[in-house]
C-alpha cells in the first residue's frame, strides 16, 4: 500500500467533486448546507475559484490544479461520499490512520505487517515519510501501539533524504566491510558455542539470524535510497519536488517489498499542509502544484512496471471542506463528506463510488466511514478485518473495532 | 484449544438469553446464580489456605513453595531441577534484586561462601549465605531502582504528557519515579503503597506523592474545542484512569464495560461508571513540597508580574477588538510594563519544588454513558466498588470524591484480587513467567493460575507479614524452586515447553535497563546517584537507565534506545515486557557510538601489560560472563585478534563482539 496521505483536509468542491450548483447559488445558505462545521460559520455558498476540464475514457471532472492526476483518472477509483466522527485535525487525522480518534492504537501500516508479515526482512515493512514536516500526531500515524514492537513503523525525513533516519545506526562510523564482517563472524562463532551448551533456545538461534540480517540491512537500506541509477526519463516523470521524490522512493520501497508507504504531504514545515484553505481556499493550486506530478508520476511509474495492480495507492486527507464560505475566500472543516480516491491494487479504474448531496457538503449516496475504507484496504490486502484481531487488555482488538463494511461494489 | 472454545460456546448462549435492549445498556443484569458461569470463577472466591502438600523424600524442601511445586512436578512424573551452581545463582540473584551484575570481587566472595562444597556439580547453595545476600542486596539503595521500575510499568509512568501534541509538560514527574524507588527500599507495606497512591492526597504530603500514579496519565484534550470531541477526550481520559486503576490493583479489565456490559466477566457498565464517577470529581494539580512561607513568597513575586502582563494583554485586546493597531504610546506603554515585568521576574524566587497530585473537586455520581458516549445520559451510577468483589450491598462512596473509600476497598483483606494480583507480579519478576500468566487479567479470560494453592499460600504470607514485598522476596527467593538450574531438559521441554510445572528456572533475556546498567557496570563506568530530575538523553549518560527521560508520543533520545530493546510504550500500564529480537538491535550493537565507547572502556580497564592473550581475555569472561573460556573460544579470540589492527584497536573490537553476546544479554 501507498497511502498519499493529505492532512489539513483538502476540498472536494475545488479538486475531484465539482458541484456546479454552487456557482448557481453563491452567497446563499441553502438549508441542505446548514450543517455545523468546526467554527460554526454561517456564510453562504463560495463557488471554486478553479476551473474543471473532463478527462479520461471516463470523462471524470478534474479541477486545473491537478492536471497531471487528471490524466490519470481511468485507473482511479474516486469515493466521493467519505465521512468521518469529528472536524478537528488530530482526532480526524488519527481516525484516518488509526481508525480511532486517539493515538492509542495501532496504525493501519502496522497492524498490515502484523497481518502480513515480511517480505524483505532487510527492510522495515512500514515506513512513513514527508517533506520537512511530520503530520500532526507524529509517529502515532506509523505507530505500532500495543502490537509488537517488530511492526512499527520508521520515519525517513524526505529533506534530508538520509537512509539513516529510517534505521538508526546503519553506519560503523570507522570500520570496513570487511572488518565488520569478521567482527559479525566472531559474533556468531561465540553465539553458537553458547547455544550448543544451552541446547535449545529458540530466541538464542533467531538471535543469531538476527545479527546476520543486520549486517546486511546496512547495505541494503542505502541502496533503496539511491535514485541516482534511475533513468532520466522516470525522474523527469516525477518531477523534482521533495513530495515526488518521496513517489519515487515509495515505487523503491515497495518495489523491494516494504508493505505500505506513507508519505504525507507537507508544505513550508506547516504539520497540516492543506489547513491554509481557511483563508484562502486559491492557496489550494500551491499545494497541489507540489504533489500533482510525483502522483502522476507513481501510478504511471507503478503501470509500466506491472506494480499498479499488487499495490494499492490511496490518496486523500482526514476530511474535506465545506462548500460555503469562512470570511470572504476561506472554507471550514467538512466531516460530513469528503473525496478520497484509491487506484491499483484491485480496484476498478475510472470508475466513481457514492455521493454528497448537490452542494457537496454532506455525504448522500452510499455514505462511507472511514472504517468502511479500512475494511476494504485490508480486503484488498488480504485479510478480514474482522479476524485481524490483537489481544490486549483482556480483549480482541481490531483496526476497525465493531464497525467496517468491505465496499465491494468498488473492488474490481 | 478445543476447550477454549467449549467455553465461549456456553457463554454466548448465557448472554444471549438475557433480555436486553440493544439501544440500552444494560445494568446490573448480570443473571441469577443459578446461571452465572462466571461465578464460580476462581480469581474472586476468598483466599483459600489450603495445607502445603507432602513432598517425597529427598527432595530438596526449604519452605512451602517447594511442597506445592515439587508436589505438581510429581504427579506429572517429573524431577525436581537441580540447583544452579553458585556462580550463575550469584549473578541471577545480582541481576534479579539490583539489576546490576556482581563485580569480580563481589562474584569471588559470595561463590566462596554460596558453595556447599561439591564445586560446580550442583550441590546445595548454603541457606544461612544465600539468606544473607539476599538481605545484603535488599539494603542497597538500587534494589528499589530496580524494582521500583517494575511497578513504573504497571503505573505507564511517563515524564511528558499524553495527547497528539505530548506537550503537556510534566517537570516534576520524576518526584512519584522516587517516591515509587523510596517506598521499594524503605519496605513501605503494599497496602500502603497501594493507598497513597489512590488517596494519598488524604494522608500526608509524602502520601500525595504517590497519587502521581493517576496525576501523571495521559490527559487527552480537543484540537479545536467541538463539543462531540470534548466529550470523547473527557471519556478517553477518565478511560485511562479505570483501566489503569482496575488492570493495575486488581487485575480486571473494567474498561471493557464502558459502552456495554463486560462480555464475560460479571462487570455491568454501571459499575464502569460508578469508577469513573470517583475519577470524575477529581482534579490534578500540584502540592508544594516547600514550607508555605516559600510558595507564599513566591506568589507575592508573581503577583505583580501577572498584573503587569494581564496589563499588557487587555492593552492588546482592546486595540484588536477595535479592529486597530497599537498606538505608538501604546506600543511604549507596553515596552514599559514589559521591561517592569522582566525585571520583576529576574528578582523573584524560581519556583518551588512540587509534586504532580490528585485532589478533590467535588462529589457526584456519573450517569452511565451510553455507547460510551457521555452527551447521551443513562441511569445514574451510584459510586461504589465492583460488585464482582464487593457483592450486591455495597457502601456507597460519598466522601468527597470518594478515592479513600476506594482506596479502603481495594486493599480490604476480603478482597482476594489485590492481594493474589501483587504476589503475581512478584513472582513474574523473580522467574520470568508468572504463575497466573495473564498478570494484569484475572477474568474469565485471563489464564488460571498454574499452582493455585501456592498463589493463595503467598498471598495470605504477604498479608500477615504485615504486606512486607522484602519479607516475599526473602520467602522465594530462599526457596529450593528459585534456586534451579535453568538447564534444558528434552524430555520435560517436550511435554511442558511453556515451563508451566517449573521443571527448571526460565533463562531470561534482560530488558533494556538491565542490558544498559550492566554494560556501564562491568566497564567500570556506570554513575550510581539515586534519584533526581530526568535525564533528556540517556544514551549519552552514565546514569541508571531507570533515569532516563521518557515519553508516550514522539520518541524523546532516550526513547529511541529503550523501545529498540521492547521498553514499553508509556500510555497504557504494561504487565509484562515483551523480548523481542530484531535485527535493529544488533545495528545497535554492531554500530552505535555508545558499544564503541564501552568496547574501548572495557579494553582500557583490562589493559595489562604484554602477556600471553589469555591473560586478558579471562578476566574479560569472568567479568562478563562469571567463568573461563573454553579452548574453543580461546582459540576463536587468537583467530580474531591475529587480524590485527584497523582504524579500530583489535582488542576493542574484539570486546565489542564479547559485550554484544547472548550470554551477557541473559540471566540463567
Known sequence: VIQLFMPGGPSQVDTFDPKPMIAKHAGERPKAVDLPTLFKTTEGLLPSPFSFKQYGNCGKWVSEIFPHTARCVDDICFIHSMHTDIPEHAGAMMMFNLGHLQPSRPSLGSWLCYGLGTENQELPGLVAMSPRAQPRGKSAHWGNAFLPGAYSGVYANLHSMKPESILRDLKHPHLKRAEQRQQADLLARLNRLDLERQKQDQKLESSIQAAEMAFRMQFAVPDAFDTTRESKATLELYGDSEFAKGCLLARRLVERGVRMVQLSHSLDHYDIAWDTGHEDIAHHRVLAQKCDQGIAGLLRDLKQRGLLDETLVVWGGEFGRAPTSQGTTGRDHDHHGFTVWMAGGGVKGGFSYGTTDQFGLVAEENPVHVHDLHATILHLMGLDHERLTYRYSGRDFSLTDVYGRVLHEVIA | MPGCAVKFACLFVVFFAVPARADEPVADTSPGGELDPTEGHWAWQPLCRVPPPKAENGARIHNPIDQFVVAALEAQGRMQPRPATAPVFVRRVFLDLIGLPPTLDELRQWVGRLDGGEGAGGGELKGDAVAELIDTLLNRPQYGERWGRHWLDVARYSDTGGWTHDDRPLPNAWRYRDWVVHSFNTDLPYDEFVRSQIAGDKIDREASIGTG?????????????????????????????????????????????????????????????????????????????????????????????????????????????????????????????????????????????????LHDRSSVDMAVALRGNLMEHGPAAPRRFLKVVAGDD??????????????????????????????????????????????????????????????????????????????????????????????????????????????RMNPRRMDAETWRDSLLAVTGELDLTVGGPAVADIVGSNRRTLYAKVSRNNPLASDKFLRLFDFPIPRATNAKRTANVIPQQFLFMMNSQFMLNRAQALADRLQTESGPIAARIEPAYALLYGRRPSEEELRAATDFLASGDSAVDRWQRYFQVLLSSNEFMYIR
Open chain 2, 213 to 357: 500514579f493517576f496525576a501523571l496519565g495521559p490527559t487527552y484534550a480537543s484540537d479545536g474545542g467541538n463539543a462531540a470531541s470534548i466529550a470523547q477526550v473527557v471519556g478517553e481520559t477518565l478511560d485511562d484512569r479505570v483501566d489503569t486503576f482496575s488492570r493495575a490493583f486488581l487485575g480486571l479489565t473494567v474498561s471493557c464495560a464502558r459502552c456495554h456490559d463486560h462480555k464475560f466477566d460479571p462487570i455491568p457498565t454501571l459499575d464502569y461508571y460508578s469508577i469513573a464517577g470517583v475519577f470524575n470529581n477529581t482534579g490534578e494539580g500540584e502540592t508544594p513540597l516547600v514550607d508555605d512561607n516559600t510558595v507564599q513568597v513566591f506568589h507575592e513575586h508573581q503577583k505583580p508580574i501577572n498584573e503587569l502582563l494581564e496589563k499588557i494583554r487587555k492593552s492588546r485586546e482592546t486595540a484588536t477588538k477595535a479592529k486597530r493597531e497599537l498606538t505608538e504610546d501604546e506600543k511604549k506603554q507596553i515596552a514599559a510594563w514589559q521591561k517592569e515585568a522582566d525585571d520583576l521576574k529576574a528578582k523573584a524566587p524560581p519556583k518551588y519544588d512540587f509534586a504532580h497530585t
Open chain 2, 394 to 503: 455495597r457502601e456507597l462512596f460519598t466522601k468527597g470524591s470518594g478515592r479513600e473509600q476506594l482506596a479502603t476497598a481495594v486493599v480490604d483483606p476480603s478482597n482476594p484480587l489485590t492481594v493474589r494480583v501483587i504476589v503475581n507480579r512478584v513472582w513474574l519478576h523473580h522467574f520470568g513467567k508468572a504463575l497466573v500468566r495473564t498478570p494484569s487479567n484475572f477474568g474469565m479470560l485471563g489464564e488460571r493460575p498454574t499452582h493455585p494453592g501456592l498463589l493463595d499460600w503467598l498471598a495470605s504470607a504477604l498479608i500477615e507479614s504485615g504486606w512486607s514485598i522484602k519479607s516475599l522476596h526473602r520467602t522465594i527467593m530462599t526457596s529450593a524452586t528459585y534456586q534451579s538450574t535453568s538447564a534444558f531438559d528434552e524430555t520435560a521441554f517436550a511435554s511442558d515447553g511453556d515451563n508451566r510445572s517449573i521443571w
